[in-house]
């Protein structure tokens, strides 16, 4: 059976490209969000009763390097070094036969302007544009289980890296949000803190330099047994 589904909306997030996403939801607090509602589902009333509770659910579609890549029964989750395997329905990789992904995030409440409606959230993990299926509000006494058993994924992943940033990059910063309106600097610190790099790089300890891309800027930084040192914050290259 064919079954065909229209995004409510789309999300307008910082993470402009899939490197330095966090792995889960609630990671980066500093990481707000919109979801622009699309017509005919922007409508106030569509939402009424939700601003008691202060979490939702938002269903998505893995949209960017997934919809064409087919699935496989395995998977190599970030979190086992990328070394071991499991199967796809053991794992919340995005690569799966239809590739819809749920995340709990905070939220913020409607705002309406020259943009639309749209819902303010916090604490996402997902891809600016990402298609928005549906949002569910987070009910804690059926939605959270302290006991339920958490297989491979029971303890963090790693501690978190302390960050620091060069004078360059200070430099940098009071450019491009100089009155700090913008959050920057928390958000990279806390995006960088959780170790963005792909598991499998523990193979690779030559490699020291690094750059993601927030918003429309590249972040480039250096690992050392210290931790993390921004190096630069300077306008991501336009697409050729």
Same mark, same amino acid.
């Given at each position: ?9 789309? !999300? $307008?997030?910082?993470?402009? %490209? ?7 939801? &609630? ?11 699309? @017509?005919? /589902? ?14 939702? #659910?938002?269903? /998505?579609?893995?949209?960017? =390097?997934?919809? =064409?890549?087919? #699935? ?16 796809? /329905?053991?794992?919340?990789? @995005? ?9 709990? +995030? ?16 916090? &604490?996402? =993990? ?36 302390? +960050? ?12 491009? %949000?100089? =009155?700090?309106?913008?959050?920057? $600097?928390?958000?990279?610190?806390? !995006?960088?803190?959780? %170790?963005?790099?792909? *598991?499998?790089? %523990? ?7 690094? *750059? ?8 480039? #930084?250096?690992?050392? @047994?210290?931790?993390?040192? !921004? ?10």
């Amino acid at each position: 059976m064919l079954m065909t589904f229209t995004p409510i909306g789309h !999300v $307008r997030s910082p993470y402009t %490209d899939k490197f330095g996403i966090p792995r889960q939801a &609630g990671l980066v607090t500093a990481a707000e969000a919109r979801i622009a509602l699309l @017509p005919p /589902f922007a409508r106030e009333e569509a939402f009424k009763g939700l601003a008691g509770f202060s979490h939702v #659910w938002i269903v /998505f579609v893995f949209h960017r =390097d997934c919809l =064409d890549g087919g #699935w496989n029964p395995t998977v190599r989750p970030p979190r086992l070094g990328g070394r071991e395997t499991v199967g796809v /329905f053991a794992s919340r990789a @995005p690569y799966r036969p239809n590739p819809i992904g749920i995340s709990a +995030v905070e939220q913020l409440g409607l705002v309406r302007d020259r943009d639309g409606l749209a819902l303010r959230v916090r &604490g996402v =993990d997902m891809l600016d544009g990402t298609p928005v299926l549906d949002i569910k509000p987070y009910v804690p006494y059926a939605d959270a289980l302290p006991h339920a058993l958490a297989g491979f994924a029971s303890a963090p992943e790693r501690t978190a890296l302390a +960050v620091t940033f060069s004078t360059r990059a200070l430099e940098d910063l009071a450019t491009v %949000d100089p =009155d700090g309106e913008r959050g920057l $600097r928390t958000l990279i610190e806390q !995006v960088l803190a959780q %170790d963005p790099r792909p *598991g499998y790089m %523990d193979r690779y300890p030559q490699r020291r330099q690094f *750059g993601i891309r927030l918003y429309e800027l590249d972040i480039r #930084w250096t690992l050392d @047994p210290s931790g993390i040192s !921004v190096l630069r914050i300077v306008p991501a290259a336009s697409p050729q």
